[in-house]
């Protein structure tokens, strides 16, 4: 039964949503959240579609979630990977689903903080719950009040927060990254996911996609 939740989207929680409500919810909170993302980010220029293409390493499995594939990473805790869409808008950011399953007898801390993500092997920045939150919140200035406040019931409830991981509890939810530098050129952008004290490597393939 827990391998079936993983196998399946997520709202950002730790393991009291019933699965079978989250489906129709997921996907409205999901579009919530790419638009507070694109409007902070549109710049007035030429848009462009790319893709993340997950890539199976060593021992692990690819899976379909939300009709786009994932990366399953079995450990000491079990971790899948997918991109938030199969492809996304230059004028936002790429999102990532995160989700861990705590196989061991000892509980652990999971938030962004255990997220790295390389761009050709090169440090790439991971937004922070809280920095999301902010850049909504500078909005208001210019933003209906009831909008701003829909913004942040999204964000709070898709993106991944930090929470105390149970023994055989799961928790997960959206990651989003910085915009990709040289984003019309194809490029690895590796994922480094900490959990249960060892680390997890995801490989996602970047490029634009065909227009």
């Not at 790319?50 to 805790?77: C, F, M, N, R, W």
């Not at 761009?119 to 991971?126: I, R």
Request: proline letters at 4%.
């Amino acid at each position: 039964m827990i391998l079936g939740l993983l196998l399946q989207g997520c709202a950002a929680t730790t393991h009291t949503l019933e699965p079978q409500a989250l489906d129709g919810q997921q996907k409205v909170l999901q579009e919530d959240v790419e638009a507070i993302l694109l409007g902070l980010l549109l710049q007035g220029r030429a848009v462009t579609t790319h893709t993340l293409e997950p890539q199976a390493l060593d021992g692990q499995q690819k899976v379909l979630q939300e009709d786009v594939e994932a990366i399953l990473s079995p450990k000491k805790a079990l971790v899948t990977v997918r991109p938030g869409a199969s492809t996304y808008s230059s004028d936002g950011r790429p999102t990532f689903v995160v989700i861990v399953l705590n196989s061991t007898e000892e509980s652990f801390e999971f938030s962004t903080e255990d997220v790295q993500v390389f761009v050709d092997g090169e440090p790439h920045k991971v937004f922070t719950y809280d920095e999301l939150v902010d850049a909504v919140k500078r909005q208001e200035a210019w933003a209906v009040r009831n909008q701003t406040e829909l913004s942040l019931n999204a964000l709070s409830a898709t993106m991944l927060k930090k929470a105390t991981v149970l023994p055989r509890a799961w928790h997960g939810g959206y990651v989003t990254v910085g915009k990709i530098p040289n984003a019309d050129h194809s490029q690895d952008i590796k994922m480094v996911i900490r959990a249960a004290e060892e680390e997890h490597e995801f490989l996602f393939k970047h490029y634009k996609a065909q227009q």
